[in-house]
């Protein structure tokens, strides 16, 4: 330690002021109640590094301790005088931001021309522009549907505002005057943290304020360490999952493997499962990032409040993360509900922890958090009014002793918004609103039609028909069952597994219903998927006594997303399968003609009644012939996806014990390693 122990306490609880007075500054000029209510922003003072050496313990979110600010200021070429960098760019701050909406503004504090420390604060805007108000949909893809990607960009260069800025950041949100004074609240904080940052060196001297920076740090690591000495020395897994990804119907892993070795904890998340096409990806860009750590700076803080917030409780800590996984995305990736993903990250480590310190860990917390947003557009002027109201958490996890510095949910010191204030802040709006009724309700009728097939509906029969599955599964392995109750129960798991499959392709139409399928062409050999699914086919079949008879090339390839191709083609097959008889057959056939893959798939079988011909394609019709029931949700699927494609599916013939489908899909070149 450079100082003595009386001078680094006096210094330490100054500057830990100076961060604390940023944040009141900014909630009182803020102009959103976000940021006036729920508190829903950060301050800090980092280093000449970029490493907070004073961190808010009781104002704003308490868990970012461990950003890096260097990346954003370097990306700009280093900051003089009077500068500001502004970024909600995840990736290009690396992981500085990591959604749209939290904008990230960084000061340098210049002393008769020497660089003593930066200033920053970080605000979540109610609206960066983007798909939906707000800018956070769990439906987005790629972050540019998530609005405005501003990267590290000098907001004000030597005292000056940039104008162009500040319009740019206005021209690309719903709310453009909100956003602006809120930005401008984060400005005010980082003057006044600079106006006292001067006063305390005027007081301590510049080479006394820059050794207090670094021996708070160290101070901060020793302590934390002595604290972590508490998890006995091995290694600790644990995994969670997310309920889904929106995407598919399967639930996402998030793994950790915990390493203590005398104080020193390694966490690899090893295991997690790859980055997901909605966005609930966490931007970490393979740094220890504070989204992964939130779970140590409370537990730290919890054995030892007395310790300093600062970088320095992490820098015991070592986070590994596969590249290319839900906590490490490779860009574009959509990151804007990175919090619901977070806060498994969270329990997971509680999970992880448990093992290690019983008696001191709680149980895992709710694992939900939800932005609640209200929005409303006024059809006279064509604004709008964005009002994100409070994130709504689940309860924390039961504890044997509560004490310390205790973390209540998983990441911020935050307040409900009271009702009054909700609706004193609306009722500039209220005449507005009874113009726009009349539309709403229009509206809302046409969203009743159009949810008929609503992914909802289906997230909410997924939970449920996966635990019966697995608890079928788990009755079916135990012994001695009477033939009987094990046939009964095999039927009944069969039918579970028919379920999900119903389940899955309800997502997946909803998915095209809202426009959110996205196709990524690639040359896919079509000949061989066909092959694959005859190969399983034909198991099946062999009990029923169907042969199938094939005529494809060896190799035809076509335009397409392989597992969507694959996708089409099983249900053309499978239902060639189902609507068959005991001796029948099954004839495949592909050939190129004039730019597209022709497939045609027939099958013997009651045919299709002319008056339900019309109908197959509809995806519940189930008409008064029997031959018809049960075709249209799986052909329905497999058509949009083949237009989808540039194709198309259709009926070419069904009648006299013959029922032949035809399939067009663009025809492909083949890639130059042979393709997919």
Same mark, same amino acid.
């Given at each position: 330690?450079?100082?003595?122990?009386?001078?680094?306490?006096?210094?330490?609880?100054?500057?830990?002021?100076?961060?604390?007075?940023?944040?009141?500054?900014?909630?009182?000029?803020?102009?959103?109640?976000?940021?006036?209510?729920?508190?829903?922003?950060?301050?800090?003072?980092?280093?000449?590094?970029?490493?907070?050496?004073?961190?808010?313990?009781?104002?704003?979110?308490?868990?970012?301790?461990?950003?890096?600010?260097?990346?954003?200021?370097?990306?700009?070429?280093?900051? &003089?005088?009077?500068?500001?960098?502004?970024?909600?760019?995840?990736?290009?701050?690396?992981?500085?931001?990591?959604?749209?909406?939290?904008?990230?503004?960084?000061?340098?504090?210049?002393?008769?021309?020497?660089?003593?420390?930066?200033?920053?604060?970080?605000?979540?805007?109610?609206?960066?522009?983007?798909?939906?108000?707000?800018?956070? =949909?769990? =439906?987005?893809?790629?972050?540019?549907?998530?609005?405005? #990607?501003?990267?590290?960009?000098?907001?004000?260069?030597?005292?000056?505002?940039?104008?162009?800025?500040?319009?740019? *950041?206005?021209?690309?949100?719903?709310?453009? &005057?909100?956003?602006?004074?809120? *930005?401008?609240?984060?400005?005010?904080?980082?003057?006044?943290?600079?106006?006292?940052? $001067?006063?305390?060196? +005027?007081?301590?001297?510049?080479?006394?304020? #820059?050794?207090?920076?670094?021996?708070?740090?160290?101070?901060?690591?020793?302590?934390?360490?002595?604290?972590?000495?508490?998890?006995?020395?091995?290694?600790?897994?644990?995994? %969670?999952?997310?309920?889904?990804?929106?995407?598919?119907?399967?639930?996402?892993?998030?793994?950790?493997?915990?390493?203590?070795?005398?104080?020193?904890?390694?966490?690899?998340?090893?295991?997690?499962?790859?980055?997901?096409?909605?966005?609930?990806?966490?931007?970490?860009?393979?740094?220890?990032?504070?989204?992964?750590?939130?779970?140590?700076?409370?537990?730290?803080?919890?054995?030892?409040?007395?310790?300093?917030?600062?970088?320095?409780?992490? %820098?015991?800590?070592?986070?590994?993360?596969?590249?290319?996984? *839900?906590?490490?995305?490779?860009?574009?990736? +959509?990151?804007?509900?990175?919090?619901?993903?977070?806060?498994?990250?969270?329990?997971?480590?509680?999970?992880?922890?448990?093992?290690?310190?019983?008696?001191?860990?709680?149980?895992?917390?709710?694992? *939900?958090?939800?932005?609640?947003?209200?929005?409303? =557009?006024?059809?006279?002027?064509?604004?709008?009014?964005?009002?994100?109201?409070?994130?709504?958490?689940?309860?924390?996890?039961?504890?044997?002793?509560?004490?310390?510095?205790?973390?209540?949910?998983?990441?911020?010191?935050?307040?409900?918004?009271?009702?009054?204030?909700?609706?004193?802040?609306?009722?500039?709006?209220?005449?507005?609103? $009874?113009?726009?009724?009349?539309?709403?309700?229009?509206?809302?009728?046409?969203?009743?039609?159009?949810?008929?097939?609503?992914?909802?509906?289906?997230?909410?029969?997924?939970?449920?028909?996966?635990?019966?599955?697995?608890?079928?599964?788990?009755?079916?392995?135990?012994?001695?069952?009477?033939?009987?109750?094990?046939?009964?129960?095999?039927? #009944?798991?069969?039918?579970?597994?028919?379920?999900?499959?119903?389940?899955?392709?309800?997502?997946?139409?909803?998915?095209?219903?809202?426009?959110?399928?996205?196709?990524?062409?690639?040359?896919?050999?079509?000949?061989?998927?066909?092959?694959?699914?005859?190969?399983?086919?034909?198991?099946?079949?062999?009990?029923?006594?169907?042969?199938?008879?094939?005529?494809?090339?060896?190799?035809?390839?076509?335009?397409?997303?392989?597992?969507?191709?694959?996708?089409?083609?099983?249900?053309?097959?499978?239902?060639?399968?189902?609507?068959?008889?005991?001796?029948?057959?099954?004839?495949?056939?592909?050939?190129?003609?004039?730019?597209?893959?022709?497939?045609?798939?027939?099958?013997?079988?009651?045919?299709?009644?002319?008056?339900?011909?019309?109908?197959?394609?509809?995806?519940?019709?189930?008409? =008064?012939?029997?031959?018809?029931?049960?075709?249209?949700?799986?052909?329905?699927?497999?058509?949009?996806?083949?237009?989808?494609?540039?194709?198309?599916?259709?009926?070419?013939?069904?009648?006299?014990?013959?029922?032949?489908?035809?399939?067009?899909?663009?025809? +492909?070149?083949?890639?130059?390693?042979?393709?997919?």
């Amino acid at each position: 330690m450079k100082l003595d122990p009386v001078t680094l306490e006096i210094m330490a609880t100054k500057v830990a002021a100076v961060a604390d007075e940023m944040g009141y500054t900014l909630q009182r000029t803020g102009r959103t109640l976000y940021v006036k209510e729920t508190a829903d922003f950060g301050t800090a003072l980092a280093t000449r590094n970029g490493k907070f050496f004073a961190y808010p313990s009781a104002i704003g979110v308490s868990g970012f301790v461990d950003l890096d600010c260097r990346p954003t200021i370097e990306a700009v070429g280093g900051l &003089d005088e009077g500068d500001v960098v502004i970024t909600n760019h995840a990736y290009r701050s690396k992981g500085l931001s990591t959604h749209t909406p939290d904008f990230h503004v960084i000061k340098p504090v210049y002393v008769d021309g020497q660089l003593v420390c930066y200033v920053w604060s970080f605000l979540h805007s109610s609206d960066v522009g983007g798909r939906v108000p707000s800018s956070i =949909s769990p =439906s987005n893809t790629e972050v540019f549907q998530e609005g405005l #990607l501003l990267p590290p960009t000098k907001l004000v260069r030597r005292g000056v505002p940039v104008d162009d800025i500040f319009g740019v *950041i206005g021209a690309n949100s719903r709310t453009p &005057d909100e956003n602006v004074g809120d *930005i401008k609240a984060m400005l005010s904080a980082l003057a006044y943290g600079e106006r006292r940052i $001067r006063e305390i060196v +005027a007081q301590h001297g510049a080479a006394q304020f #820059l050794d207090c920076q670094d021996d708070l740090l160290e101070y901060s690591r020793i302590k934390a360490r002595q604290a972590y000495r508490r998890i006995r020395n091995g290694t600790y897994d644990f995994w %969670d999952y997310l309920d889904d990804d929106l995407v598919t119907p399967y639930p996402r892993r998030i793994r950790v493997k915990l390493s203590a070795n005398d104080g020193e904890i390694t966490l690899d998340f090893d295991g997690t499962d790859p980055q997901t096409l909605s966005s609930f990806n966490v931007p970490t860009l393979g740094t220890r990032h504070p989204w992964l750590s939130l779970r140590l700076v409370a537990l730290a803080l919890t054995l030892d409040p007395s310790i300093p917030v600062n970088a320095g409780i992490l %820098d015991n800590v070592t986070i590994k993360t596969p590249e290319g996984s *839900i906590l490490n995305p490779r860009f574009p990736a +959509a990151t804007g509900v990175r919090h619901a993903t977070a806060i498994r990250v969270d329990n997971v480590l509680v999970g992880a922890l448990a093992k290690a310190l019983p008696d001191v860990m709680p149980a895992c917390s709710g694992g *939900i958090v939800i932005p609640i947003v209200f929005a409303e =557009s006024d059809p006279a002027t064509g604004t709008s009014n964005v009002i994100v109201v409070e994130p709504a958490v689940g309860g924390m996890g039961a504890v044997l002793l509560l004490g310390g510095f205790v973390i209540s949910h998983f990441v911020a010191v935050r307040f409900a918004k009271p009702v009054e204030q909700l609706a004193l802040d609306s009722e500039r709006n209220r005449a507005q609103r $009874r113009q726009a009724e009349a539309q709403l309700i229009s509206a809302s009728e046409k969203l009743k039609r159009s949810t008929r097939y609503s992914a909802d509906a289906s997230h909410q029969l997924k939970t449920p028909v996966t635990v019966l599955r697995a608890g079928l599964e788990s009755l079916l392995s135990r012994e001695h069952f009477d033939p009987e109750v094990y046939e009964e129960l095999s039927a #009944l798991l069969h039918q579970t597994h028919r379920l999900t499959g119903v389940i899955e392709d309800l997502l997946l139409l909803s998915r095209m219903d809202s426009g959110h399928l996205q196709i990524n062409s690639e040359a896919v050999n079509l000949s061989e998927l066909i092959e694959e699914w005859l190969d399983d086919l034909a198991t099946l079949l062999d009990q029923v006594d169907v042969r199938i008879e094939k005529k494809l090339p060896t190799k035809i390839h076509v335009v397409g997303e392989k597992r969507y191709t694959s996708l089409i083609v099983q249900n053309l097959l499978e239902n060639a399968g189902k609507y068959n008889r005991a001796g029948g057959r099954i004839k495949v056939e592909a050939q190129e003609k004039n730019g597209e893959v022709v497939v045609t798939v027939g099958n013997t079988g009651e045919p299709i009644a002319p008056s339900e011909q019309e109908h197959i394609f509809e995806r519940f019709h189930r008409g =008064s012939e029997k031959s018809a029931s049960g075709h249209g949700l799986g052909l329905s699927l497999a058509r949009q996806l083949a237009r989808l494609h540039g194709g198309d599916l259709r009926l070419v013939h069904s009648g006299d014990d013959w029922t032949e489908f035809e399939i067009r899909f663009p025809a +492909a070149q083949p890639a130059a390693d042979g393709g997919s």
